[in-house]
Nanobody, 123 residues
């Protein structure tokens, strides 16, 4: 079965950087879309970024465009989210997700989810 395990979260000051990693196992991902979402208490989980595994097409929500970069390493089955110029409003639990079809990539209709990693940005 597919497993997604996130790492790399932590506490950082505003303006700093973090790189989140997602280790994917238990399936074939060549046709998949890999995404990052985030959630804060009392709010819905929101889309952050996504990448198609085969063509590396990327998608970003407006608030992170130009600051975050999603990438993948198909030799290691890893997906990364490089986060630069972090802001306090980026504070959230970040989730890695995978879906089998390249459609509605910004929606929450993903098939598999990781457990999440906490990112806290202090002002």
């Amino acid at each position: 079965q597919v497993q997604l395990v996130e790492s790399g979260g932590g506490l950082v000051q505003a303006g700093g950087s973090l790189r989140l990693s997602c280790a994917a196992s238990g399936g074939t991902f060549s046709g998949a879309v890999m995404g990052w979402f985030r959630q804060t208490p009392g709010k819905e989980r929101e889309f952050v970024a996504a990448i198609t595994w085969r063509t590396e097409r990327t998608y970003y929500t407006d608030s992170v465009e130009g600051r975050f970069t999603i990438s993948r390493d198909n030799t290691k089955n890893m997906v990364y989210l490089q986060m630069n110029n972090l802001r306090p409003e980026d504070t959230a639990v970040y989730y890695c997700a995978a879906k089998r079809t390249i459609s509605a990539v910004t929606s929450r209709s993903y098939n598999y989810w990781g457990q999440g990693t906490q990112v806290t940005v202090s002002s």
